[in-house]
C-alpha cells in the first residue's frame, strides 16, 4: 500500500470544530432549527416552540429529539407541517397514542408524537421524513411567571442536561435511545439521556428566541438577561443570532404586583396574595443542610455551592441546632448529630465547606433520608428545616419522592439550585413537598442577590394553616404558606361567587384578606389550573398512590394539557414511504455551559460518562432501524445504518418498553404507604433512651392510618402491640423489631422493584 500526503490546503480543519466533528455538505444531524416566541402578559406567557427537522439521508427516518420545556408550563397544542400540510395533533392516552404512531409508520405516513417523560424533559419523535424533506412541529404552551422581591422571572430551559442514574442496569430491551442503560433506580434512564455533543462541535443547531412583554398595566421598571446577550427593540426582547441550546434562556421583569383574583366563564380561577408586611417572632430551628460536591457541580457552580452553603449558616442563631452534610456517592458530615448553632460550630461547618470539591456521582436519596433521621420529630417548639444545595441533575426522581416524599411533606424544606441548564422540575417538587421554596441561580454574579432572598426564605413564614372562603372552590391547588416577599399563588375551579377571602394565622393570630375579583377572557388560566393539579397527582402517583391514574387521564384529557400519562401524535394520512423508517436517529445535545470535562472515572455521572466517553471504535452518531409491532411496546432488533459523526453514541439495542415488575399490596393500603414508609425511616433512627414513649405515639398513629382505610388487621395489631411499650417488663427492642418487620412487609421496604412512572397497570 502506497500512502500520499495531502496537501496542507486541501484538508482544512474546520473552524471551531472539536475532536471527530465532521460537516458535509449536506449536514449530519436531523434537527436544524429551534425557534421560540414567548408573549408574556403580567404574571402569564404563551409560548410557541417551533423545531426545524430534515432529513440528510438517502432513506427514509425517523428523528428523535430529548429536550426541556419550563416544568410548570401547560403543553396544550401540537402540529406538524410538511409538504404544505398542516396536522393538527391529538391528545390521547400514551399507550394508545404510541400504538397509533406506530401503525402509521408500518403503514409508510409520516407521522410526530410528543411525549412528557419527566416535569421538564419531553420527547418528540417525527418518523417516516423522506430524503432531503424538511418538516416542522410546533408546541403551544402556557407559562406561568414566579414573582419574587419585585421580579418576575421567565425562564426557558433549551437543554437536557447529563443526569446522574444510580441503581443496577436491569434486563430487556431499553425503554429509549439514550446512553445510559436503565435501572431499578430509573426504569426509563435511557429515555432521558440523550447523546451530547463532543465540545467544540459547530454549532449544529440554528436558535432564534423572541419575547414580546405586555405589562398589563403593571409598572414595568426594567428587563435584564443574566446568561444571554439580547437585543431590545420596542417591547421585544429577542436573542444575539449566534446563541447555542447549552444553557437557560432567562429573563426577569422588575414591576410591583398586587393582590388579584381572576375569573374565567368556564369556571378557573387564579388568586394572588401579596404577603403582608408583619414581623413574626421566629422559634427555634433544627436545620439540616444538604450540599451536592458531585462531578457535575465542578467549575463555577462549586465555588457557588460553597458560598451559598457558608451564608446559610450564616443565618443561624445560638438557639438554632445544625448539621451540614456533603454528599456525592458517600455522605460527609461536619460532625455527628445536631449540633448547637454557636459560633465555634459554625466556625467549623465554614471550615468543612471550604474544603470541598466535586467530585463521584450525585447519590441523592441516601443523604436525603439520614438528613431526615436527623431532623426526626424535632418537637412542637422548634422548626425542622431541611435545605439542599444541588444542581438536581439525578434521574431518580420518582425513586426519590418515593422514599422521602412522607417524611418531607412534615418539614420544611427549601432548595437551591445551582446550574444554567437546571433540573428545575425536580427541584420544584421537593420544595412544594415542604412547603418551602426553590431558589435558581444559574450564575455567580446572581448569588448574592438570590441568597438576600434565601435567607427569609429560610425563615418562619409569615401566614400559616391557610384557607379560601366566600367562593365555592373545588379542587384548589396546595395552599402551602406565606412566605416575605413572595406572594401566595393559587389556582382552581369555582362553582359561584364574585370574591374570596383568605385566612391564615401570623405569629399566632389570625389573619385574612378580601380579594374581589374580575372575570376575565384568559384561556391560559383553566390550562395552567389543570398542570397544577395534574402535577400534585402526579406526585402523589410517584409517592405510592397508583389509584391516581385514571383521574391523573380525565384531567389531561378534558383539558387538553399533556401530562406523563398521555401524549400528543400528528398523524398524515398520505402514504409518503413503503413502510416504516428505514433509520432512526436521536439527536445529540450541547454539553451545558458552564460545565468542565470530567477528568476521570471517579468524576462522571453515569450519563456524562456513557455520553462523552470515546468507544473503542471510532466515534459515530448511532442510527436505528427498529420495528415496534406488540401491543406492550416490546420490540425486536432491527438493522443499524451508519451515519456521520458529531455524537457520541454507543449502539443500543431495539427500542422497547419492559414491564419491570412490582410488589402487590392491597388496594386501600396504597394510599398510606408514604406515611408508613416515613414511619419506618423513622422508627430506625430513634435512639434507645426515648424509644418506649416514642413506640406508644407510633401505636396511636397507625391505629389512626387503620381507621381511615376502614379497619386494617395487620396495622390495628400492631398498634396495639405498641401501645403496651410503657408497661413494666415490655420486650422494647423487641417491639422496635416487630414493629420494623410489620411496616418493611406492608410498605415493601421502599425496595420493591419499579416500574416506569407512566406504564400501564
Not at 404577603?275 to 439540616?288: G, I, K, M, Y
Not at 424509644?691 to 395489631?717: F, N
Amino acid at each position: 500500500m502506497k500512502i500520499t500526503s495531502l496537501e496542507p490546503s486541501r484538508c482544512v480543519p474546520v473552524p471551531d470544530a472539536g475532536f471527530g466533528a465532521l460537516r458535509t455538505e449536506r449536514g449530519n444531524l436531523p434537527l436544524e432549527s429551534v425557534d421560540v416566541k414567548a408573549d408574556i402578559s403580567g404574571l402569564v406567557a404563551g409560548v410557541e416552540v417551533t423545531q426545524g427537522f430534515r432529513n440528510p439521508f438517502d432513506v427514509t427516518l425517523e428523528a428523535t429529539y430529548v429536550f426541556p420545556l419550563p416544568d410548570r408550563a401547560a403543553v396544550t397544542g401540537f402540529r406538524m407541517e410538511a409538504d404544505d400540510r398542516v396536522i393538527e395533533g391529538v391528545l390521547k392516552e400514551r399507550g394508545q397514542a404510541r400504538a397509533d404512531y406506530d401503525q402509521a409508520l408500518r403503514e409508510g405516513r409520516r407521522a410526530a408524537i410528543a411525549e412528557e417523560d419527566r416535569p421538564d424533559v419531553f420527547t418528540i419523535r417525527v418518523g417516516n421524513l423522506v430524503p432531503g424533506e424538511k418538516v416542522l412541529v410546533r408546541l403551544t404552551l402556557s407559562q406561568p411567571l414566579p414573582y419574587e422581591d419585585g421580579a418576575a422571572t421567565f425562564r426557558f430551559p433549551l437543554v437536557v442536561a447529563p443526569r446522574y442514574i444510580p441503581g443496577t442496569p436491569v434486563d430487556g430491551p431499553p425503554a429509549g435511545d439514550g446512553v445510559a442503560p436503565d435501572t431499578d433506580a430509573v426504569p426509563d434512564a435511557s429515555r432521558i439521556t440523550p447523546p451530547v455533543l463532543l465540545p467544540g462541535f459547530p454549532n449544529p443547531v440554528a436558535l432564534s428566541l423572541r419575547a414580546t412583554v405586555d405589562a398589563a398595566g403593571l409598572d414595568l421598571r426594567e428587563l435584564a438577561s443574566s446568561l444571554h446577550v439580547v437585543e431590545e427593540e420596542g417591547n421585544t426582547v429577542s436573542l444575539r443570532p449566534g446563541e447555542r441550546l447549552d444553557r437557560d434562556f432567562i429573563l426577569r421583569l422588575a414591576f410591583e404586583a398586587s393582590t388579584a383574583l381572576q375569573l374565567t366563564e368556564e369556571g378557573a380561577f387564579a388568586l394572588t396574595v401579596m404577603p403582608p408586611a408583619l414581623e413574626t417572632p421566629r422559634p427555634p430551628r433544627d436545620l439540616v443542610l444538604l450540599l451536592d460536591r458531585s462531578g457535575s457541580m465542578s467549575g463555577w457552580k462549586m465555588v457557588a455551592a460553597r458560598r451559598a452553603a457558608a451564608r446559610i449558616v450564616d443565618t443561624l442563631t445560638a438557639q438554632d441546632r445544625f448539621a451540614v452534610l456533603t454528599f456525592d456517592s458517600e455522605v460527609e458530615r461536619a460532625f455527628e448529630g445536631l449540633a448547637e448553632a454557636s459560633d465555634r460550630n459554625r466556625y467549623r461547618a465554614v471550615e468543612h465547606l471550604a474544603r470541598v470539591d466535586a467530585r463521584g456521582g450525585t447519590e441523592l436519596l441516601d443523604p436525603m433520608l439520614q438528613a431526615i433521621a436527623l431532623l426526626g420529630d424535632g418537637g412542637s417548639a422548634r422548626e425542622r428545616v431541611l435545605v439542599l444545595v444541588t444542581d438536581g441533575q439525578v434521574g431518580n426522581e420518582d425513586q426519590i419522592l418515593e422514599r422521602t416524599g412522607g417524611a418531607l411533606s412534615a418539614m420544611r424544606v427549601h432548595v437551591v439550585g445551582i446550574d444554567r441548564a437546571v433540573n428545575a422540575g425536580f427541584l420544584g417538587r421537593l420544595a412544594g413537598l415542604g412547603a418551602g421554596r426553590c431558589e435558581l441561580v444559574e450564575s455567580e454574579d446572581r448569588l448574592d442577590a438570590a441568597m438576600e432572598q434565601i435567607h427569609r426564605r429560610i425563615g418562619a413564614p409569615l401566614v400559616t394553616d391557610l384557607s379560601l372562603k366566600g367562593l365555592d372552590a373545588t379542587d384548589v391547588t396546595h395552599l402551602g404558606s406565606i412566605f416575605p416577599g413572595v406572594p401566595l399563588r393559587v389556582y382552581g375551579r369555582s362553582r359561584g361567587g364574585e370574591a374570596v377571602t383568605v385566612h391564615g394565622l401570623a405569629a399566632g393570630t389570625p389573619w385574612e384578606q378580601h380579594v374581589t375579583g374580575t372575570v376575565v377572557d384568559n384561556p391560559a388560566l383553566p390550562a395552567l389550573w389543570a398542570r397544577a393539579r395534574l402535577r400534585e397527582l402526579e406526585d402523589r402517583y410517584a409517592m405510592g398512590e397508583h389509584t391516581l391514574e385514571a383521574e391523573i387521564v380525565r384531567i389531561s384529557l378534558e383539558y387538553g394539557v399533556l401530562c406523563r400519562f398521555t401524549a400528543y401524535v400528528a398523524i398524515d394520512t398520505r402514504q409518503v414511504a413503503d413502510g416504516a423508517p428505514e433509520h432512526r436517529v436521536i439527536q445529540p445535545v450541547e454539553p451545558p455551559s458552564g460545565w468542565e470535562m470530567p477528568s476521570g472515572p471517579p468524576m462522571m455521572p453515569r450519563a456524562f460518562a456513557a455520553a462523552m466517553a470515546p468507544p473503542a471504535a471510532a466515534p459515530r452518531m448511532a442510527v436505528f432501524a427498529d420495528e415496534i409491532d406488540a401491543p406492550d411496546f416490546l420490540g425486536s432488533e432491527g438493522s443499524r445504518g451508519g451515519g456521520s459523526a458529531g455524537g457520541i453514541v454507543p449502539p443500543r439495542p431495539a427500542r422497547g418498553f419492559g414491564r419491570p415488575g412490582r410488589a402487590q399490596v392491597t388496594r386501600g393500603l396504597d394510599a398510606v404507604v408514604p406515611q408508613l414508609r416515613a414511619e419506618l425511616e423513622r422508627l430506625r433512627s430513634v435512639a434507645a433512651a426515648g424509644l418506649a414513649v416514642y413506640l406508644v405515639d407510633l401505636g396511636s398513629r397507625l391505629e389512626a392510618l387503620a381507621s381511615y382505610l376502614g379497619g386494617h388487621a395487620e396495622l390495628q395489631a400492631l398498634a396495639r402491640e405498641l401501645q403496651t411499650a410503657e408497661l413494666p417488663f415490655a420486650d422494647v427492642p423487641g417491639l422496635r423489631a416487630r414493629a420494623v418487620e410489620v411496616l418493611t412487609a406492608l410498605a415493601g421496604g421502599g425496595q420493591e422493584p419499579r416500574r416506569a412512572f407512566w406504564k400501564r397497570a
